[in-house]
């Protein structure tokens, strides 16, 4: 069973960056699409920024010119790039992904575990 590892989160600063990372925890064929999600306690998920493999990004407006989403297929991978944090984007982030496990075989949707991001000072 192919899980999704996060890693990267932690406490940063106001204006500075972190990059997190959802990697596959087994060789895959491809990562075809993948979103970035965050929740703050007591409240909903929502989305943050979201990918396909052909390149196409989605960004909410709160991230927008801030947040880089990208797929590494040869790394099996996907990144989120948070520069010039702020306060408001303190939440637990978690990855969702449509992934093929081996070639010709059906794409399955996968959740990371969640990683938590702290903007403080």
């Known amino acids: 069973q192919v899980q999704l590892v996060e890693s990267g989160g932690g406490l940063m600063q106001p204006g500075g960056s972190l990059r997190l990372s959802c990697a596959a925890s087994?060789?895959?064929?491809?990562?075809?699409?993948a979103t970035w999600y965050r929740q703050v306690p007591g409240k909903e998920r929502v989305f943050v920024a979201a990918?396909?493999?052909?390149?196409?990004?989605n960004y909410a407006d709160s991230v927008k010119g801030r947040f880089t989403i990208s797929i590494d297929n040869a790394k099996d991978t996907v990144y989120l790039q948070m520069n010039n944090l702020n306060p408001e984007d303190t939440a637990i982030y978690y990855c969702?992904?449509?992934?093929?496990?081996?070639?010709?075989?059906?794409?399955?949707?996968?959740w990371g575990q969640g990683t938590q991001v702290t903007v403080s000072s």
């Open positions: 990918v396909v493999s052909g390149g196409a990004t």
């Open positions: 969702n992904a449509d992934i093929r496990k081996d070639y010709g075989s059906r794409k399955v949707n996968y």
């Open positions: 087994e060789s895959i064929f491809s990562i075809n699409a």
